[in-house]
């Protein structure tokens, strides 16, 4: 019973001591920030409500009106992102459109349309993107190839980057499959080198020609702005590989962090490139900072690569430069956040995959959640390649890690990577899908990727493996 009476007590005290004048000022600002509390919560409501009744509104008005499809193939968001600017500007002038990944999308949809508008991009050596491959698969490469889209009219905006051998390889490919199958071209395929601007405005004016408007909304991206680097950290000291680097940055002078999930992607341009270049982000934003895992890369003569060389030896702390964060909802935990998650990577593979990790050790306990997490992580030395060692063991004792596999590739006599780990432990990798994980790759799509992919082959077939794809429990940030 004493302790109510002593905090009045004290209260009292406090309040007599600050004075009448104190105490109105001290409520003003209490009121304040009560108001703007109130304030931030009503728009963020508002700003969702907007979000979830313009998803809704590209959806048909009736079951009778034939939508025109939007579909998009995208590795890390790119095209994604372009199919519902896309479907906006359709709809904004009066078009129905129904926006689909090429995974979600069958023959047989395709044989029903009549007009659909592609956006895709290419991976691999002209390769299609994850979520594009079952269709290749079971539509494309189908050995009955009598022309079946005699009443598809298409347009296609193929991305890609030239300095690659194939450019834009999948669209040419599924351009001309699209045209031996009978479906006519509404225009010619645009080609999109690095999102070249002038190709995106030729098919912004396709568009605008197709609705019957010059109405166009703006699609600018969110602008680069100014970041500072506010940390770095030498993680590989005495490695025989290239050094890799813990870096922070965070928006520069007063701006606030903005909000992103873990999986998506940093975009940046070092002073002097106006190239950007991506990295996975590490953190999450309650860690106050963009967090990001580099390796310095190098050029076949031996010099260092342009931004990895800029950010682990160039640039001091407190060094500006401009970033945007880029959505990278192939690689979210979206779907998968009540699933059990088996992270595979290597190397700075390891950044995208903490930061799931980070996300999922601040999610709140749910019933209905299966919380297991089984990373399986692979670099060359234990001595010296140990990654976030300290954290690592961290979370394998606090229980988030519930699995823990680290493979050293040059610690024993034999080559071992994080494949082999994998093969070994099929029973019990199977038991996990078995019962609903999801599956995360982040790291070197120069053999890592591909070789934990045919294994994964191995253990479930390319059936099931097709499956979780398009269910998006096959998720891949590989580069
Ligand atoms: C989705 C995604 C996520 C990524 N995440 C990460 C990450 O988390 N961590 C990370 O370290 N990296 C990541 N990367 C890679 C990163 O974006 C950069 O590609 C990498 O840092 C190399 O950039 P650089 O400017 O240092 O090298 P660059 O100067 O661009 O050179 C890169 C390579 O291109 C070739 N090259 C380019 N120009 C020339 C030239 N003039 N002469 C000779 N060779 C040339 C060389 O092979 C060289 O090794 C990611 C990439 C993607 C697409
Ligand atoms: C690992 C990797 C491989 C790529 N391979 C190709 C290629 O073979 N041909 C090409 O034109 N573009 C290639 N690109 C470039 C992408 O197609 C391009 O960046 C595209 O804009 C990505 O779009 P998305 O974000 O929708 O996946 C590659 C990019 C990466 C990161």
């Given at each position: 019973m004493l302790q109510p009476d002593l905090e009045r007590h004290v209260a009292v005290i406090w309040l007599s001591a600050l004075g009448p004048a104190r105490i109105v000022a001290a409520l003003f600002i209490l009121l304040s920030f009560l108001a703007l509390c109130v304030g931030t919560i009503r728009r963020e409501a508002r700003r969702r409500r907007a979000q979830r009744q313009a998803a809704h509104s590209l959806l048909p008005a009736d079951g009778n009106a034939a939508p025109l499809l939007v579909v998009h193939a995208s590795q890390t968001g790119t095209a994604e992102q372009l199919a519902w600017q896309t479907a906006q500007t359709l709809q904004l002038a009066g078009v129905p459109a129904q926006v689909a990944t090429l995974a979600q999308l069958t023959r047989a949809a395709l044989e029903r349309a009549e007009r659909a508008l592609f956006i895709v991009s290419t991976y691999g050596e002209g390769d299609p993107p994850d979520a594009a491959a079952p269709f290749v698969r079971s539509a494309m490469l189908q050995a009955d190839t009598s022309p079946r889209l005699g009443a598809l009219h298409f347009g296609l905006l193929a991305l890609g980057d030239?300095?690659?051998?194939?450019?834009?390889?999948?669209?040419?490919?599924?351009?001309?499959?699209?045209?031996?199958?009978?479906?006519?071209?509404?225009?010619?395929?645009?080609?999109?080198?690095?999102?070249?601007?002038?190709?995106?405005?030729?098919?912004?004016?396709?568009?605008?020609?197709?609705?019957?408007?010059?109405?166009?909304?703006?699609?600018?991206?969110?602008?680069?702005?100014?970041?500072?680097?506010?940390?770095?950290?030498?993680?590989?000291?005495?490695?025989?590989?290239?050094?890799v680097c813990h870096l922070e940055l965070k928006p520069a002078g007063t701006a606030p962090l903005p909000q992103w999930q873990a999986g998506d992607l940093l975009q940046l341009q070092i002073p002097g490139d106006p190239q950007p270049r991506e990295y996975s982000i590490a953190s999450i934003p309650a860690d106050g900072s963009v967090h990001l895992l580099v390796r310095q890369a190098r050029r076949a003569d031996g010099s260092p690569g342009l931004a990895s060389g800029w950010l682990l030896t160039t640039a001091g702390i407190g060094e500006p430069l401009d970033a945007r964060i880029r959505e990278h909802r192939g690689f979210r935990l979206g779907d998968n956040t009540r699933r059990a998650l088996i992270l595979i990577g290597n190397g700075t593979g390891l950044a995208g995959l903490r930061a799931l990790l980070k996300a999922r050790e601040a999610q709140p306990q749910a019933v209905d959640t299966d919380r297991r997490c089984w990373l399986i992580f692979g670099e060359r030395s234990a001595q010296h390649d140990a990654l976030y060692r300290d954290e690592l063991l961290r979370w394998q004792r606090s229980g988030l890690l519930t699995h823990c596999d680290q493979v050293y590739s040059r610690d024993q006599p034999e080559r071992r990577y994080v494949q082999h780990r994998l093969a070994e432990c099929g029973d019990e990798i199977r038991a996990w899908l078995n019962a609903g994980a999801a599956i995360y790759v982040c790291g070197s799509l120069d053999g890592m990727a591909p070789q934990v992919d045919s294994v994964l082959e191995g253990l479930i077939g390319r059936p099931q493996l097709d499956a979780l794809t398009v269910a998006g429990r096959y998720r891949r940030d590989v580069y």
């Open positions: 030239s300095s690659y051998a194939q450019f834009c390889g999948f669209g040419r490919t599924l351009d001309h499959w699209l045209r031996r199958q009978g479906a006519r071209p509404l225009f010619e395929r645009i080609d999109a080198d690095k999102v070249a601007e002038t190709a995106i405005e030729c098919w912004r004016q396709q568009l605008a020609h197709l609705a019957g408007t010059r109405d166009a909304p703006d699609w600018a991206g969110p602008a680069f702005t100014r970041w500072t680097l506010t940390a770095r950290r030498h993680l590989n000291p005495g490695s025989a590989g290239e050094p």
